[in-house]
């Protein structure tokens, strides 16, 4: 890497996607520089790169991707309580403004002016962590636990992500659970579930690939909602406790409504697309289902690094590939590809050039 120059992940608009020469930030008052080793591609970064926007956040201007990072301490800033240089790291995405009444509430997820890093949601936008240094406040740099290997601690994020949704659904443990959608999100769902002692963990997809590595996570069964209609009938007939859908389908809500029982609790982890979506309603009313909302995380992180450290979480198959950033190009395609693929890595340790 050039000392004064390094690459960065870059969505210019819809099939637009660059690997560019930036300049190497250095840390301010309060900041920390961080050598990003590896980067998680998550679906959004997928969205941004195939339609310029996720949900209602269009790109308006060039956004450097990613929000699920590792690294190591680089430098400090001046007055910035860090890590030493050298330490490894996960970089918490969320800047929360810490004053707004959800702030104050202990809701920092919800944050009324929330920035999170590699979004299009504010203008002029939120720069993300596919970059080979990226500097944020310190107190968003958490050290991670001794022995936790660094392509395992990719995985953070997401994991923090789905151990917010199990969070939401109360008390699992002994419980029969639902899970829509086995992508990396619903895969890392099931094994937060399992962490939690859920009993029973059901989940469905599309493809059976990702279904495959759903078990291995900590499934106790699967089924292909494309397969036989008495696959899909049997799973009307679950009568689960929690249904959490993590497909960001219609579909998938639906499965969940119909697959739990009767006072059961539906949990809407995955985001559906833009605009009112149907939704059985009647359904919910008739069967007094509860349904609540799932958004991000906030103090998880710590613990899922903890428990990723200590074998609570045992993610390992969910990373299918590690490809190096000089073929970023060729990681999305295949991050976009579930048959492929679940979790796709960015290895920016790679000294190659494009």
Same mark, same amino acid.
């Given at each position: 890497?050039?000392?004064?120059?390094?690459?960065?992940?870059?969505?210019?608009?819809?099939?637009?996607?660059?690997?560019?020469?930036?300049?190497?930030?250095?840390?301010?008052?309060?900041?920390?520089?961080?050598?990003?080793?590896?980067?998680?591609?998550?679906?959004?970064?997928?969205?941004?790169?195939?339609?310029?926007?996720?949900?209602?956040?269009?790109?308006?201007?060039?956004?450097?991707?990613?929000?699920?990072? !590792?690294?190591?301490?680089?430098?400090?800033?001046?007055?910035?309580?860090?890590?030493?240089?050298?330490?490894?790291?996960?970089?918490?995405?969320?800047?929360?403004?810490?004053?707004?009444?959800?702030?104050?509430?202990?809701?920092?997820?919800?944050?009324?002016?929330?920035?999170?890093?590699?979004?299009?949601?504010?203008?002029?936008?939120?720069?993300?962590?596919?970059?080979? @240094? =990226?500097?944020?406040?310190?107190?968003?740099?958490?050290? *991670?636990?001794?022995?936790?290997?660094?392509?395992?601690?990719? @995985?953070?994020?997401?994991?923090?992500?789905?151990?917010?949704? @199990?969070?939401?659904?109360?008390?699992?443990?002994?419980?029969? !659970?639902?899970?829509?959608?086995?992508?990396?999100?619903?895969?890392?769902?099931?094994?937060?579930?399992?962490?939690?002692?859920?009993?029973?963990?059901?989940?469905?997809?599309?493809?059976?690939?990702?279904?495959?590595?759903?078990?291995? !996570?900590?499934?106790?069964?699967?089924?292909?909602?494309?397969?036989?209609?008495?696959?899909?009938?049997?799973?009307? +007939?679950?009568?689960?406790?929690?249904?959490?859908?993590?497909?960001?389908?219609?579909?998938?809500?639906?499965?969940?409504?119909? +697959? !739990?029982?009767?006072?059961?609790?539906?949990?809407?982890?995955?985001?559906?697309?833009?605009?009112? $979506?149907?939704?059985?309603?009647?359904?919910?009313?008739?069967?007094? =289902?509860?349904?609540?909302?799932?958004?991000?995380?906030?103090?998880?992180?710590?613990?899922?690094?903890?428990? =990723?450290?200590?074998?609570?979480?045992?993610?390992?198959?969910?990373?299918?590939?590690? *490809?190096?950033?000089?073929?970023?190009?060729?990681?999305?395609?295949?991050?976009?590809?579930?048959?492929?693929?679940?979790?796709?890595?960015?290895?920016?340790?790679?000294? $190659?050039?494009?």
């Amino acid at each position: 890497m050039n000392p004064s120059s390094m690459r960065a992940v870059v969505a210019h608009g819809a099939g637009d996607l660059r690997l560019e020469e930036r300049p190497v930030p250095e840390p301010g008052p309060g900041e920390v520089a961080v050598d990003i080793r590896y980067g998680g591609i998550c679906g959004s970064d997928l969205h941004y790169w195939r339609h310029g926007a996720v949900g209602e956040f269009r790109l308006r201007e060039p956004l450097v991707l990613g929000h699920e990072i !590792v690294g190591r301490v680089r430098a400090a800033g001046p007055g910035a309580q860090a890590p030493p240089p050298g330490t490894p790291v996960a970089v918490h995405p969320l800047a929360s403004c810490g004053t707004c009444r959800q702030c104050l509430a202990g809701r920092r997820n919800t944050c009324l002016d929330t920035g999170y890093l590699g979004s299009a949601a504010r203008n002029p936008h939120v720069q993300g962590g596919f970059a080979e @240094v =990226l500097v944020v406040p310190a107190e968003r740099v958490l050290s *991670l636990p001794e022995g936790l290997d660094m392509r395992l601690a990719a @995985v953070a994020e997401p994991a923090a992500v789905a151990w917010h949704a @199990v969070r939401q659904a109360g008390d699992v443990r002994g419980k029969r !659970v639902l899970v829509t959608g086995a992508g990396p999100i619903g895969c890392l769902v099931v094994a937060a579930l399992r962490a939690a002692g859920a009993g029973e963990i059901t989940v469905t997809d599309v493809h059976e690939a990702p279904l495959a590595v759903a078990k291995q !996570v900590g499934a106790t069964s699967t089924v292909r909602v494309d397969g036989p209609a008495a696959d899909r009938e049997e799973l009307e +007939g679950l009568a689960a406790d929690i249904a959490i859908e993590s497909s960001g389908n219609p579909a998938g809500l639906r499965t969940c409504v119909y +697959g !739990v029982d009767r006072g059961g609790l539906v949990v809407g982890l995955g985001l559906l697309p833009p605009g009112d $979506t149907p939704v059985a309603a009647n359904a919910m009313i008739t069967r007094e =289902l509860r349904l609540v909302g799932s958004f991000r995380f906030d103090t998880e992180l710590g613990e899922v690094l903890r428990a =990723l450290a200590d074998g609570r979480l045992p993610v390992g198959p969910v990373v299918t590939s590690v *490809l190096p950033v000089a073929r970023t190009g060729e990681a999305f395609e295949l991050a976009a590809d579930p048959a492929r693929s679940c979790k796709v890595l960015l290895d920016f340790a790679d000294p $190659t050039t494009p």
